[in-house]
């Protein structure tokens, strides 16, 4: 199974960005839609983006859609999610996932391969 690590997580101020990356080991995403998810204190976790296999469709939350951007480059094996205008309701865990669907499932279900998470905090 395909292991997954994500990086980049900061405390940041409203309006900063972040970059958030995911760096697979042991098999190549490009089989894979990738998914970024993520976990508030206290709330369950919830789907942020998702990108299938060759790039050419991305799905957003309404909650980040025009803020966020998620990417991937399946030669280097990483995926990334782009954070512009970070507000104080963006602060969770980031989880990068995998999932042999070629669809952009807002399902955690539908992911078997799951990072141990990246801490985003942002003040107000």
Do not use: H
């Amino acid at each position: 199974q395909v292991q997954l690590l994500e990086s980049g997580g900061a405390l940041v101020q409203t309006g900063d960005s972040l970059r958030l990356s995911c760096a697979a080991s042991g098999g190549s995403i490009s089989m894979y839609t990738l998914a970024w998810f993520r976990q508030a204190p206290g709330q369950g976790r919830e789907f942020v983006a998702a990108i299938i296999r060759t790039s050419s469709a991305m799905e957003y939350s309404d909650s980040v859609k025009g803020r966020f951007t998620i990417s991937r480059d399946n030669a280097k094996n990483l995926g990334f999610l782009q954070m512009d205008s970070l507000q104080p309701e963006d602060t969770a865990l980031y989880y990068c996932a995998l999932s042999i669907y070629d669809s952009m499932r807002q399902d955690r279900r539908y992911y078997a391969s799951w990072g141990q998470g990246t801490q985003v905090t942002v003040s107000s």
